[in-house]
């Protein structure tokens, strides 16, 4: 089974950055889009970002010119960088990817979430 490890958040004062990482492993035949989600207390998991495995973006206006997702195909790996950070930004961060798994590829494409990791911004 593939799993999705995340790194990278923390505790950061309002107007500082983080990057967060989050790398795919396990038995993988091939990956889609991933991204990044967030869950702040009381509220619903929300859609940060999004790449495809060709590299097009998509960003929530929350977050859109404060925020940048990349990906390294070869490390099976996708970033977010955070900056200029706000207090509404203290959240859950969960990476999301869309995986064909090796040991079963005749499933199709498989929605697999990370552990997730906590983003503290501190006004």
């Known amino acids: 089974q593939v799993q999705l490890v995340e790194s990278g958040g923390g505790l950061v004062q309002a107007g500082g950055s983080l990057r967060l990482s989050c790398a795919a492993s396990?038995?993988?035949?091939?990956?889609?889009?991933m991204g990044w989600y967030r869950q702040a207390p009381g509220k619903q998991r929300e859609l940060v970002s999004t790449?495809?495995?060709?590299?097009?973006?998509n960003y929530a206006d929350s977050v859109k010119g404060r925020f940048t997702i990349s990906r390294d195909n070869a490390k099976n790996t996708v970033y977010l960088q955070m900056n200029s950070l706000k207090p509404e930004d203290t959240a859950v961060y969960y990476c999301?990817?869309?995986?064909?798994?090796?040991?079963?590829?005749?499933?199709?494409?498989?929605?697999?979430w990370g552990q997730g990791t906590l983003v503290t911004v501190s006004s």
């Open positions: 790449i495809t495995s060709g590299g097009s973006t």
């Open positions: 396990g038995s993988i035949f091939s990956i889609n889009a």
């Open positions: 999301n990817a869309m995986v064909i798994e090796g040991s079963r590829p005749w499933v199709g494409y498989l929605e697999r």
